[in-house]
């Protein structure tokens, strides 16, 4: 079965920073691709953040240098720390599964997590 459990959303002040956390099942973290993806009221849902099949992070320019993505393997783990967070960062963050990397980057996600909101004020 696949499973994709994320929490760590929450409220802060501009600047602060925020852990967000997306569990998989072992069946997922095994046989799919994890990544990160964010949708603002109004906006496209964007690929925010992952790690390819080469193990290295892939990251939104808007992102860059802000958050880092990491794995646990054995925790069966998805990370996404995010520093210097901005009043454009508010979002509803997803975890999404995808069994082809290319699939991450293109956003033609399998299954979703039931996503966690993040919410920066200035």
């Known amino acids: 079965q696949v499973q994709l459990v994320e929490s760590g959303g929450g409220s802060v002040q501009a600047g602060g920073s925020l852990t967000l956390s997306c569990v998989a099942s072992e069946y997922t973290y095994k046989n799919y691709y994890l990544g990160w993806f964010r949708q603002a009221p109004g906006k496209e849902r964007e690929a925010v953040a992952a790690?390819?099949?080469?193990?290295?992070?892939n990251y939104a320019d808007s992102v860059k240098g802000r958050f880092t993505v990491s794995k646990d393997n054995a925790k069966n783990t998805l990370f996404l720390q995010m520093d210097s967070l901005k009043p454009e960062d508010t979002a509803m963050y997803y975890c999404?599964?995808?069994?082809?990397?290319?699939?991450?980057?293109?956003?033609?996600?399998?299954?979703w997590g039931q996503g966690t909101q993040v919410t920066v004020s200035s």
């Open positions: 790690v390819d099949a080469g193990g290295l992070p």
């Open positions: 999404g599964a995808a069994p082809a990397f290319w699939q991450i980057v293109q956003g033609e996600v399998d299954y």
